[in-house]
C-alpha cells in the first residue's frame, strides 16, 4: 500500500525559510514523478514543481526563484526547500506520486506566513 507522508510546515515569519518533507512508503520515489502542489483557501490546488524518475526538475509559477525540490533516494523522502516566504504561499502543502499508473496523495501539511 503506497503512502506519502508531508510534514514540516508551520508558522513562519515573511522572509523566512520552511524545508517540507514528502516521506515515501510501498513505493520507490526514484520510479514516480514526484510533485508538490499547493492549495490556498478559497482556490483551485496548482502545481509547485515536480521531479521525474530521471532526475529533471519542472518548477511551476510558486517555485521560480524561491523554491527547491531535492530526493533522497537512500530515505525515500523528497524535500521542499521554500526560501523568501510571502504571505501568499500560505496554503496547504500536498505532495503526489505519479507513474502513469497509479497517483497518490498525501494528507498535506499546512503552511502560514504571517508576521
Known amino acids: 500500500q503506497a503512502q506519502l507522508v508531508e510534514s514540516g510546515g508551520g508558522l513562519v515569519q515573511p522572509g523566512g525559510s520552511l524545508r517540507l518533507s514528502c516521506a515515501a512508503s510501498?513505493?520507490?520515489?526514484?520510479?514516480?514523478?514526484i510533485s508538490w502542489h499547493r492549495q490556498a483557501p478559497g482556490k483551485q490546488r496548482e502545481l509547485v514543481t515536480l521531479i521525474t524518475p530521471g532526475g529533471r526538475v519542472v518548477r511551476g509559477n510558486p517555485a521560480k526563484g524561491r523554491f527547491t525540490i531535492s530526493r533522497d533516494s537512500a530515505n525515500n523522502t523528497v524535500y521542499l526547500s521554500m526560501n523568501i516566504l510571502k504571505p501568499e504561499d500560505t496554503a496547504m502543502y500536498y505532495c503526489?506520486?505519479?507513474?502513469?499508473?497509479?497517483?497518490?496523495w498525501g494528507q498535506g501539511t499546512r503552511v502560514t506566513v504571517s508576521s
Open positions: 510501498g513505493i520507490s520515489i526514484e520510479s514516480y514523478a
Open positions: 503526489n506520486a505519479d507513474n502513469g499508473v497509479g497517483s497518490y
